[in-house]
Protein backbone atom coordinates (compact mmCIF):
# COMPACT_ATOMS: atom_id res chain seq x y z
CA UNK A 1 0.00 0.00 0.00
CA UNK A 2 1.51 3.27 -0.80
CA UNK A 3 2.74 5.44 2.31
CA UNK A 4 0.46 8.39 0.73
CA UNK A 5 -2.66 6.89 1.19
CA UNK A 6 -4.75 7.82 4.50
CA UNK A 7 -4.95 4.71 6.80
CA UNK A 8 -8.63 3.58 6.99
CA UNK A 9 -10.11 4.43 10.26
CA UNK A 10 -8.80 2.58 13.29
CA UNK A 11 -5.77 1.88 11.15
CA UNK A 12 -6.52 -1.33 9.24
CA UNK A 13 -9.35 -2.53 7.02
CA UNK A 14 -11.14 -4.83 7.90
CA UNK A 15 -11.94 -7.93 5.51
CA UNK A 16 -14.88 -10.19 6.42
CA UNK A 17 -15.20 -12.20 3.33
CA UNK A 18 -15.35 -15.62 3.65
CA UNK A 19 -15.77 -18.88 0.72
CA UNK A 20 -16.98 -21.33 3.25
CA UNK A 21 -20.61 -23.60 3.24
CA UNK A 22 -22.42 -23.59 6.26
CA UNK A 23 -25.88 -25.17 5.82
CA UNK A 24 -25.61 -27.48 8.55
CA UNK A 25 -26.53 -24.10 10.75
CA UNK A 26 -29.67 -22.97 11.72
CA UNK A 27 -30.44 -19.86 9.95
CA UNK A 28 -31.72 -16.66 10.66
CA UNK A 29 -33.81 -13.66 8.20
CA UNK A 30 -32.90 -10.29 8.43
CA UNK A 31 -33.82 -7.33 6.54
CA UNK A 32 -32.57 -5.97 3.29
CA UNK A 33 -31.01 -2.96 5.17
CA UNK A 34 -29.23 -5.22 7.88
CA UNK A 35 -27.84 -7.14 5.27
CA UNK A 36 -26.36 -4.04 3.45
CA UNK A 37 -25.02 -3.17 7.02
CA UNK A 38 -23.40 -6.64 7.20
CA UNK A 39 -21.89 -6.19 3.86
CA UNK A 40 -20.46 -3.16 4.98
CA UNK A 41 -18.98 -4.70 7.73
CA UNK A 42 -17.69 -7.36 6.02
CA UNK A 43 -16.21 -5.41 3.29
CA UNK A 44 -14.55 -2.69 5.28
CA UNK A 45 -16.90 0.03 4.69
CA UNK A 46 -17.50 0.74 8.13
CA UNK A 47 -14.02 -0.47 9.34
CA UNK A 48 -12.92 -0.72 12.58
CA UNK A 49 -16.42 -2.59 13.09
CA UNK A 50 -15.78 -6.37 13.05
CA UNK A 51 -19.58 -7.13 13.63
CA UNK A 52 -22.94 -5.65 14.90
CA UNK A 53 -22.45 -3.71 18.04
CA UNK A 54 -22.20 -5.26 21.71
CA UNK A 55 -23.76 -3.31 24.34
CA UNK A 56 -20.08 -1.74 25.30
CA UNK A 57 -19.64 -0.26 22.04
CA UNK A 58 -23.39 0.64 21.39
CA UNK A 59 -23.58 2.49 25.02
CA UNK A 60 -20.27 4.44 24.43
CA UNK A 61 -21.30 5.60 21.29
CA UNK A 62 -24.70 6.49 22.64
CA UNK A 63 -22.92 8.79 25.51
CA UNK A 64 -19.77 9.68 24.00
CA UNK A 65 -19.98 9.39 19.65
CA UNK A 66 -16.70 7.00 20.49
CA UNK A 67 -16.37 3.09 20.32
CA UNK A 68 -15.14 1.81 23.98
CA UNK A 69 -12.08 1.76 22.54
CA UNK A 70 -12.53 5.97 22.07
CA UNK A 71 -12.20 5.36 18.06
CA UNK A 72 -14.76 8.27 16.81
CA UNK A 73 -18.15 6.62 15.92
CA UNK A 74 -21.27 7.94 16.14
CA UNK A 75 -24.26 5.95 14.38
CA UNK A 76 -25.11 2.36 16.38
CA UNK A 77 -24.86 -0.38 14.48
CA UNK A 78 -27.11 -2.72 15.65
CA UNK A 79 -29.20 -6.02 14.33
CA UNK A 80 -32.57 -5.53 15.77
CA UNK A 81 -35.07 -8.63 16.40
CA UNK A 82 -37.75 -10.21 18.62
CA UNK A 83 -36.83 -11.33 22.24
CA UNK A 84 -37.35 -15.29 21.44
CA UNK A 85 -35.37 -14.97 18.42
CA UNK A 86 -32.58 -13.02 20.42
CA UNK A 87 -32.79 -15.45 22.62
CA UNK A 88 -32.23 -18.69 20.19
CA UNK A 89 -29.29 -17.12 18.28
CA UNK A 90 -27.51 -16.65 22.00
CA UNK A 91 -27.92 -20.26 22.53
CA UNK A 92 -26.79 -21.27 19.00
CA UNK A 93 -23.68 -19.20 19.13
CA UNK A 94 -23.44 -19.40 15.30
CA UNK A 95 -25.97 -18.87 12.71
CA UNK A 96 -26.43 -18.59 9.40
CA UNK A 97 -27.86 -15.03 8.46
CA UNK A 98 -30.32 -15.17 5.28
CA UNK A 99 -32.67 -12.05 3.75
CA UNK A 100 -35.07 -12.34 1.71
CA UNK A 101 -34.58 -16.25 1.11
CA UNK A 102 -30.52 -16.23 0.41
CA UNK A 103 -28.20 -17.08 2.71
CA UNK A 104 -25.07 -14.48 2.93
CA UNK A 105 -23.10 -15.08 5.66
CA UNK A 106 -22.80 -16.09 9.67
CA UNK A 107 -23.10 -14.19 12.87
CA UNK A 108 -20.85 -15.22 15.71
CA UNK A 109 -23.16 -13.99 18.51
CA UNK A 110 -21.74 -12.65 22.09
CA UNK A 111 -24.65 -11.05 23.48
CA UNK A 112 -28.32 -10.36 23.23
CA UNK A 113 -29.33 -6.36 25.14
CA UNK A 114 -32.41 -4.72 25.52
CA UNK A 115 -32.34 -0.76 24.99
CA UNK A 116 -34.51 2.14 25.38
CA UNK A 117 -35.33 3.80 22.07
CA UNK A 118 -36.03 7.15 23.98
CA UNK A 119 -32.24 7.31 25.04
CA UNK A 120 -31.16 6.27 21.35
CA UNK A 121 -33.30 8.79 19.29
CA UNK A 122 -32.12 11.96 22.03
CA UNK A 123 -28.87 10.70 21.75
CA UNK A 124 -28.46 10.10 17.71
CA UNK A 125 -31.50 12.39 16.46
CA UNK A 126 -31.78 15.09 19.20
CA UNK A 127 -35.42 14.45 19.08
CA UNK A 128 -37.99 11.50 19.81
CA UNK A 129 -40.24 12.99 17.54
CA UNK A 130 -41.72 10.51 15.62
CA UNK A 131 -42.06 12.80 12.40
CA UNK A 132 -37.76 12.90 12.08
CA UNK A 133 -37.92 9.60 9.84
CA UNK A 134 -35.04 8.43 11.38
CA UNK A 135 -36.77 8.78 14.92
CA UNK A 136 -40.10 6.52 13.38
CA UNK A 137 -37.49 3.81 11.74
CA UNK A 138 -36.07 3.39 15.11
CA UNK A 139 -39.25 3.25 16.86
CA UNK A 140 -40.17 0.02 14.83
CA UNK A 141 -37.78 -1.45 15.52
CA UNK A 142 -37.56 -5.16 17.33
CA UNK A 143 -37.16 -4.49 21.20
CA UNK A 144 -33.69 -6.91 21.40
CA UNK A 145 -30.09 -6.21 20.03
CA UNK A 146 -28.05 -9.20 18.90
CA UNK A 147 -24.02 -8.13 19.18
CA UNK A 148 -21.46 -10.43 17.76
CA UNK A 149 -18.85 -10.57 14.62
CA UNK A 150 -20.39 -11.03 11.01
CA UNK A 151 -18.36 -12.83 7.96
CA UNK A 152 -20.04 -12.68 4.62
CA UNK A 153 -19.79 -15.52 1.95
CA UNK A 154 -22.01 -14.18 -0.50
CA UNK A 155 -22.94 -10.54 -1.52
CA UNK A 156 -25.28 -8.52 -2.97
CA UNK A 157 -25.42 -8.20 -6.88
CA UNK A 158 -28.03 -6.65 -8.85
CA UNK A 159 -28.87 -4.02 -11.28
CA UNK A 160 -28.83 -1.15 -8.64
CA UNK A 161 -25.49 -2.17 -7.25
CA UNK A 162 -23.05 -1.91 -10.98
CA UNK A 163 -21.16 0.87 -9.58
CA UNK A 164 -20.71 -0.37 -5.93
CA UNK A 165 -17.25 -0.97 -5.44
CA UNK A 166 -15.61 -1.72 -1.94
CA UNK A 167 -12.79 0.23 0.09
CA UNK A 168 -9.76 -2.11 -0.87
CA UNK A 169 -11.19 -1.71 -4.75
CA UNK A 170 -11.34 2.27 -4.32
CA UNK A 171 -7.88 2.34 -2.44
CA UNK A 172 -6.49 0.15 -5.12
CA UNK A 173 -7.97 2.43 -8.06
CA UNK A 174 -6.28 5.59 -6.15
CA UNK A 175 -3.45 4.42 -5.68
CA UNK A 176 -3.06 3.32 -9.63
CA UNK A 177 -4.24 6.93 -10.47
CA UNK A 178 -1.49 8.34 -8.48
CA UNK A 179 -3.79 10.58 -6.26
CA UNK A 180 -2.12 12.06 -3.25
CA UNK A 181 -6.19 14.12 -2.25
CA UNK A 182 -9.46 12.21 -2.43
CA UNK A 183 -12.25 14.62 -1.97
CA UNK A 184 -15.42 12.82 -1.34
CA UNK A 185 -18.77 13.88 -2.39
CA UNK A 186 -21.56 12.51 -0.26
CA UNK A 187 -25.25 13.15 -2.09
CA UNK A 188 -28.86 11.28 -2.13
CA UNK A 189 -29.83 13.57 -4.41
CA UNK A 190 -29.86 14.02 -8.66
CA UNK A 191 -27.36 16.46 -9.62
CA UNK A 192 -28.01 19.92 -10.47
CA UNK A 193 -25.76 22.53 -12.13
CA UNK A 194 -25.12 24.28 -8.74
CA UNK A 195 -23.53 20.80 -6.94
CA UNK A 196 -21.56 20.66 -10.75
CA UNK A 197 -19.80 23.92 -10.14
CA UNK A 198 -18.94 22.46 -5.89
CA UNK A 199 -17.62 19.49 -7.10
CA UNK A 200 -15.60 21.42 -9.69
CA UNK A 201 -14.53 23.99 -7.35
CA UNK A 202 -12.81 21.16 -5.17
CA UNK A 203 -11.17 19.28 -8.37
CA UNK A 204 -9.20 22.36 -8.58
CA UNK A 205 -7.64 22.16 -5.09
CA UNK A 206 -7.58 18.14 -4.97
CA UNK A 207 -6.06 15.12 -7.20
CA UNK A 208 -9.43 13.72 -7.46
CA UNK A 209 -12.88 13.54 -7.01
CA UNK A 210 -14.91 10.86 -5.54
CA UNK A 211 -18.67 10.83 -6.23
CA UNK A 212 -20.49 8.20 -3.99
CA UNK A 213 -24.32 8.23 -3.72
CA UNK A 214 -26.02 6.90 -0.66
CA UNK A 215 -28.17 3.96 -2.44
CA UNK A 216 -30.42 2.23 0.40
CA UNK A 217 -33.65 3.23 2.18
CA UNK A 218 -34.98 6.78 2.29
CA UNK A 219 -38.00 9.13 3.18
CA UNK A 220 -40.80 9.83 0.84
CA UNK A 221 -40.26 12.69 -1.59
CA UNK A 222 -36.76 11.28 -1.81
CA UNK A 223 -35.26 10.48 -5.08
CA UNK A 224 -35.19 7.24 -6.08
CA UNK A 225 -31.80 4.76 -6.50
CA UNK A 226 -31.91 4.09 -9.90
CA UNK A 227 -32.59 7.66 -10.81
CA UNK A 228 -29.75 9.19 -8.84
CA UNK A 229 -27.27 6.38 -10.64
CA UNK A 230 -28.43 7.52 -14.01
CA UNK A 231 -28.39 11.24 -13.44
CA UNK A 232 -24.99 11.20 -12.28
CA UNK A 233 -23.91 8.77 -14.94
CA UNK A 234 -24.84 10.98 -17.23
CA UNK A 235 -23.13 13.97 -15.67
CA UNK A 236 -20.06 12.52 -15.48
CA UNK A 237 -20.02 11.00 -18.83
CA UNK A 238 -20.68 14.77 -20.08
CA UNK A 239 -19.17 17.46 -17.43
CA UNK A 240 -16.57 15.94 -16.39
CA UNK A 241 -12.99 14.87 -16.99
CA UNK A 242 -12.90 10.86 -16.47
CA UNK A 243 -9.30 10.77 -15.26
CA UNK A 244 -9.96 12.56 -12.46
CA UNK A 245 -13.11 11.77 -10.93
CA UNK A 246 -14.38 8.32 -9.32
CA UNK A 247 -17.57 7.21 -8.94
CA UNK A 248 -19.09 4.74 -6.78
CA UNK A 249 -22.41 4.03 -4.70
CA UNK A 250 -22.60 3.49 -1.09
CA UNK A 251 -25.23 0.81 0.44
CA UNK A 252 -26.63 1.88 3.40
CA UNK A 253 -29.91 3.04 4.96
CA UNK A 254 -30.58 7.19 5.07
CA UNK A 255 -30.43 8.10 8.71
CA UNK A 256 -31.22 11.65 8.86
CA UNK A 257 -29.08 12.19 12.19
CA UNK A 258 -27.46 15.79 11.06
CA UNK A 259 -24.09 16.10 12.62
CA UNK A 260 -23.91 12.44 13.78
CA UNK A 261 -24.71 11.22 10.17
CA UNK A 262 -22.28 14.45 9.05
CA UNK A 263 -19.53 11.87 10.90
CA UNK A 264 -20.37 8.66 9.77
CA UNK A 265 -20.28 9.82 6.49
CA UNK A 266 -16.71 11.02 6.57
CA UNK A 267 -15.71 7.77 8.04
CA UNK A 268 -16.86 5.50 5.20
CA UNK A 269 -15.32 8.06 2.78
CA UNK A 270 -12.11 8.04 4.82
CA UNK A 271 -12.51 4.07 4.35
CA UNK A 272 -12.97 4.20 0.52
CA UNK A 273 -9.22 6.21 0.71
CA UNK A 274 -10.36 9.66 0.29
CA UNK A 275 -8.30 12.50 2.49
CA UNK A 276 -11.17 15.57 2.21
CA UNK A 277 -14.34 15.23 2.54
CA UNK A 278 -16.97 17.98 1.47
CA UNK A 279 -19.59 18.74 4.15
CA UNK A 280 -22.30 20.95 3.33
CA UNK A 281 -25.01 23.28 5.14
CA UNK A 282 -27.27 21.06 7.01
CA UNK A 283 -25.66 17.68 5.71
CA UNK A 284 -27.71 15.30 6.54
CA UNK A 285 -30.04 17.16 8.32
CA UNK A 286 -34.21 17.06 7.41
CA UNK A 287 -36.73 19.65 7.99
CA UNK A 288 -35.42 22.12 11.29
CA UNK A 289 -34.08 19.75 13.61
CA UNK A 290 -30.46 20.71 13.48
CA UNK A 291 -29.24 24.02 13.32
CA UNK A 292 -27.98 24.98 9.29
CA UNK A 293 -24.06 24.71 10.69
CA UNK A 294 -24.20 22.10 13.43
CA UNK A 295 -23.35 19.39 10.69
CA UNK A 296 -20.13 21.39 10.32
CA UNK A 297 -19.06 22.35 13.59
CA UNK A 298 -19.20 18.70 15.11
CA UNK A 299 -15.86 18.22 13.40
CA UNK A 300 -14.05 19.94 16.25
CA UNK A 301 -15.02 17.68 18.10
CA UNK A 302 -13.19 14.88 16.68
CA UNK A 303 -9.57 16.37 15.62
CA UNK A 304 -8.64 12.91 15.91
CA UNK A 305 -10.69 11.74 12.79
CA UNK A 306 -8.19 12.40 10.31
CA UNK A 307 -9.84 12.70 7.46
CA UNK A 308 -9.83 16.50 6.35
CA UNK A 309 -13.63 18.33 6.57
CA UNK A 310 -14.11 20.72 3.75
CA UNK A 311 -16.65 23.37 3.76
CA UNK A 312 -17.82 26.00 1.05
CA UNK A 313 -20.45 27.98 0.70
CA UNK A 314 -23.67 27.54 -0.89
CA UNK A 315 -22.98 27.99 -4.70
CA UNK A 316 -26.13 30.01 -6.74
CA UNK A 317 -26.73 31.41 -9.91
CA UNK A 318 -26.10 35.12 -9.82
CA UNK A 319 -28.03 37.22 -12.90
CA UNK A 320 -25.82 40.07 -12.13
CA UNK A 321 -22.66 38.25 -12.50
CA UNK A 322 -23.83 35.94 -14.78
CA UNK A 323 -21.89 33.38 -13.77
CA UNK A 324 -22.52 31.32 -10.41
CA UNK A 325 -21.20 32.27 -7.29
CA UNK A 326 -20.99 32.23 -3.77
CA UNK A 327 -21.67 34.31 -0.79
CA UNK A 328 -17.86 34.97 -0.54
CA UNK A 329 -17.36 35.98 -4.33
CA UNK A 330 -20.88 37.92 -5.14
CA UNK A 331 -22.22 41.12 -3.79
CA UNK A 332 -25.39 41.34 -4.89
CA UNK A 333 -28.42 40.33 -3.29
CA UNK A 334 -31.52 38.34 -3.01
CA UNK A 335 -32.93 39.31 -5.79
CA UNK A 336 -30.50 37.96 -8.01
CA UNK A 337 -29.84 34.93 -6.92
CA UNK A 338 -31.53 31.78 -8.86
CA UNK A 339 -31.39 28.35 -6.73
CA UNK A 340 -32.53 25.10 -7.60
CA UNK A 341 -34.12 22.79 -4.51
CA UNK A 342 -35.47 19.66 -4.27
CA UNK A 343 -38.80 21.29 -4.34
CA UNK A 344 -38.54 23.00 -7.23
CA UNK A 345 -37.79 19.90 -9.02
CA UNK A 346 -40.87 18.36 -7.80
CA UNK A 347 -42.54 20.95 -8.72
CA UNK A 348 -41.13 20.62 -12.24
CA UNK A 349 -41.91 16.82 -12.69
CA UNK A 350 -45.55 17.94 -11.84
CA UNK A 351 -46.02 20.19 -13.85
CA UNK A 352 -43.86 19.36 -17.16
CA UNK A 353 -41.97 22.09 -17.24
CA UNK A 354 -37.98 21.79 -17.97
CA UNK A 355 -35.52 24.09 -15.48
CA UNK A 356 -33.03 26.69 -17.93
CA UNK A 357 -30.17 25.12 -19.17
CA UNK A 358 -28.00 27.16 -16.03
CA UNK A 359 -29.87 25.73 -13.46
CA UNK A 360 -29.94 21.95 -14.33
CA UNK A 361 -28.21 19.87 -17.10
CA UNK A 362 -30.58 19.09 -19.70
CA UNK A 363 -29.68 15.60 -19.58
CA UNK A 364 -31.01 15.41 -15.88
CA UNK A 365 -33.57 17.27 -16.55
CA UNK A 366 -34.46 14.54 -19.44
CA UNK A 367 -33.80 11.47 -17.39
CA UNK A 368 -36.16 13.40 -14.48
CA UNK A 369 -39.42 13.85 -16.95
CA UNK A 370 -38.93 10.38 -18.37
CA UNK A 371 -38.36 8.25 -15.21
CA UNK A 372 -41.21 6.61 -14.31
CA UNK A 373 -41.02 6.94 -10.82
CA UNK A 374 -38.88 9.67 -9.63
CA UNK A 375 -39.76 9.67 -5.93
CA UNK A 376 -39.81 7.36 -2.98
CA UNK A 377 -43.28 6.92 -2.11
CA UNK A 378 -43.50 4.72 0.63
Known amino acids: MAPSLILPHGGKLINK ?3 KNYDDLKTFEVSSDIRNDAENIATGVFSP ?3 FMIQEDFLNVLKEGRLSNSIPWTIPIVLDTEKEIAKQMKELRVVVLCSGGEKFGIM ?3 EIYGYEKENVANAVYGTTDVNHPGV ?4 K ?3 FLVGGGVEIFHLKKNEIQKFRMHPSETRSEIVGRGWKTV ?3 QTRNVPHVAHEMLQKAALNLYDGLFVNPLIGKKKIGDFTDSLIINAYESLIMNYFPKNRVLFSTTHTTMRYAGPREAIHHAIMRKNFGCTHFIVGRDHAGVGNYYPPFAAQEIFNEYPDLDIIPVIFPSFYFCKKCISYANDKTCPHGVESKEELSGTMIRQMVNSGKI ?3 HLMRPEISELILKSEKPFVVE
Open 17 to 19: YIE
Open 49 to 51: LEG
Open 108 to 110: NVE
Open 136 to 139: NRLF
Open 141 to 143: MKE
Open 183 to 185: VGF
Open 355 to 357: PEK
